[in-house]
């Protein structure tokens, strides 16, 4: 190996892989796990519409329905859930 390859590679070693970079990449990595398992619970919510069958969800919503999770002072005849996409 010629000797301008070698030291190109060793300083890439010496900073990239030095031990005080450890923990940067440890939190990175950690960052990035926690911010996409946030992002596939967000996705897989209840309140998120995947599918085109039903577009408009707040049309099939009858006047005596509950839409809440908690109503105050209020009492209807049936709740509304989300059966139909």
């Given at each position: 190996?010629?000797?301008?390859?070698?030291?190109?590679?060793?300083?890439?070693?010496?900073?990239?892989?030095?031990?005080?970079?450890?923990?940067?990449y440890?939190?990175?990595?950690?960052?990035?796990?926690?911010?996409?398992?946030?992002?596939?619970?967000?996705?897989?919510?209840s309140?998120v519409?995947?599918?085109?069958?039903?577009p408009?969800?707040w049309?099939?919503?009858?006047q005596?329905e509950?839409?809440?999770?908690?109503?105050?002072?209020?009492?209807?005849?049936k709740?509304?859930?989300?059966?139909?996409?």
């Amino acid at each position: 190996m010629p000797a301008p390859q070698q030291n190109l590679r060793r300083s890439l070693m010496k900073n990239w892989f030095a031990v005080e970079a450890i923990p940067i990449y440890v939190i990175i990595g950690g960052v990035v796990v926690g911010a996409s398992w946030y992002l596939g619970r967000l996705a897989t919510g209840s309140q998120v519409v995947w599918t085109k069958k039903n577009p408009t969800p707040w049309n099939t919503i009858k006047q005596d329905e509950g839409t809440k999770l908690l109503t105050v002072n209020q009492k209807f005849e049936k709740s509304w859930s989300r059966d139909t996409l």
